[in-house]
């Protein structure tokens, strides 16, 4: 079998063997992590923190964190802190005229505004830390069972939490390092799919009830599914290609260019940003709303906790809307890309160099990026819709959203990196007709 064949040319290639293991190494470690409880905890009396990340935004937290949340293990804040030093970072690169200035000084400049994006996590660790040992609190509060309240225990705890998170961030590192993929997203897909086999029992176990609808009805969301993951695939690989002409150029008797070629301008240029970044902000109301001595909140960040709400859902695809134009405007450059193709005495066919090109390619990418800030806003609350028609809360994270995104990009990254091991050593593909196209991709092509 082409699968099997597949296999063995994977292991017979020593680097990508020695990668691939590294990896499973790095990922064996992160998920012993997630079930190291904090030192003070009994791991018996969770069980309210673990109700409480059954549904609402605390479940997807809980996702993304590969249930270190729910365990009150030492990655309890996961990743995402530091994601989101890096979203206020590259924020910062845009309005602020000296983190520009370093963006332009390359490497160096790069390594600076990366020291100061971990400075960034460790203040932002240190006050989710203090807020999730409150919350921590109030849930063992409720289950009658009292936490160390001296405030050794509180300090020694956000430590080891904040510790917990740089170690991971780490482990990310050196996957994309020494491992395969970028490490960063397969901390993040590893978490998402850990819940998978769970989710997926349980759903089958509830739809074998007596009024759920049963086999029939199981198998119709297995479909869905698929279709929903055709989709998300379709839109990070969609794009749509601006032709190229070459003028003639005559080196001594040789003939050169003259080929026409393509830029391909992505649909969703963005790939899955937007939606990180708007999760991100989301996700603000759990850190800042505060648990009083009841463990209630108000009913305005009530309403933006509720992941099926109206509320929560209309905000959330806005903010991936206005996120895909902003993060295109930052990645895709059309001036740039007009005088590459004038100095490489390229031309669109119809339309004048210079300024002109700039505008039609600007013109393009607009047309272009509406629709797929769209289709990807409708992907991203897919979720709200699987739970009206019934499906389980934590199954239905899978029918779209940033877990599947994630989930969908990732894979097709590692996988392309996988394919591009084996055809540089001049193994067949994984595929039999074409190469697997990933999330990442030079727009620049030519």
């Known amino acids: 079998m082409r699968a099997i064949d597949t296999i063995k040319n994977i292991w017979k290639i020593e680097d990508l063997r020695n990668r691939i293991l590294i990896t499973l190494l790095l990922v064996a470690i992160y998920r012993f992590g997630t079930f190291v409880v904090l030192p003070g905890i009994d791991p018996q009396a969770l069980t309210a923190l673990q109700d409480q990340t059954r549904g609402g935004l605390m479940a997807l937290l809980d996702m993304f964190s590969g249930g270190a949340f729910s365990n009150a293990s030492i990655f309890a804040l996961g990743i995402m802190p530091y ?18 200035k370093l963006q332009r000084e390359g490497e160096s400049g790069r390594k600076k505004i990366n020291q100061w994006t971990r400075y960034l996590t460790i203040i932002i660790l240190i006050f989710q830390g203090w807020a999730y040992l409150i ?25 080891i939490m904040a510790g917990g998170s740089m170690f ?34 349980q759903e089958f176990i509830s739809r074998m009830g007596d009024k759920t ?47 026409r070629q393509y830029i391909p301008l992505k ?20 850190s800042i709303a505060g648990f009083n001595a009841s463990g209630e909140m108000s009913s305005f960040w009530g309403a933006f906790m509720d992941n099926t709400g109206f509320w929560y859902n209309f905000t959330f695809a806005l903010l991936i809307i206005a996120f895909t134009y902003f993060y295109t405007a930052i990645t895709i450059n059309p001036t740039q890309m007009a005088d590459d193709l004038k100095r490489n005495n390229g031309f669109i066919p119809g339309i004048k160099p210079g300024k002109a090109t700039k505008d039609y390619l600007d013109e393009i990418m607009s047309r272009i990026t509406l629709p797929g800030a769209f289709f990807l806003a409708l992907v991203a609350i897919m979720p709200a819709f699987a739970r009206l028609a019934g499906i389980s809360m934590e199954f239905s994270q899978f029918f779209g959203g940033t877990s599947l995104l994630i989930l969908v990009g990732v894979v097709l990254d590692t996988l392309q990196q996988v394919e591009s091991h084996l055809l540089m050593r001049h193994y067949d593909g994984l595929l039999k007709s074409g190469r697997i196209k990933g999330r990442a991709g030079s727009v620049a092509a030519y």
């Open 213 to 259: 609808g049963g086999l029939v009805m199981f198998l119709f969301e297995m479909l869905f599914l698929l279709l929903v993951i055709a989709g998300a695939i379709l839109l990070v690989q969609g794009t749509r290609k601006v032709p190229v002409q070459y003028a003639k150029r005559i080196v001594g008797n040789k003939q050169y260019g003259g080929a």
């Open 83 to 100: 994601i989101s030093a890096s979203i206020v970072m590259q924020l910062l690169a845009i309005v602020v005229p000296s983190f520009q």
């Open 135 to 159: 919350n921590l609190s109030v849930q063992m509060r409720s289950a009658g069972i009292a936490m160390p309240a001296d405030l050794w225990f509180k300090i020694s705890s956000t430590i």
């Open 267 to 286: 649909v969703n240029s963005a790939n899955v940003m937007p939606i990180i970044f708007a999760q991100a902000i989301m996700f603000i109301p759990i």
């Open 168 to 201: 991971v961030l780490w482990l990310g590192e050196r996957i994309t390092d020494k491992g395969i993929g970028n490490g960063i997203s397969f901390i993040i897909l590893v978490g998402i799919i850990a819940r998978l086999p769970h989710s997926l029992f």
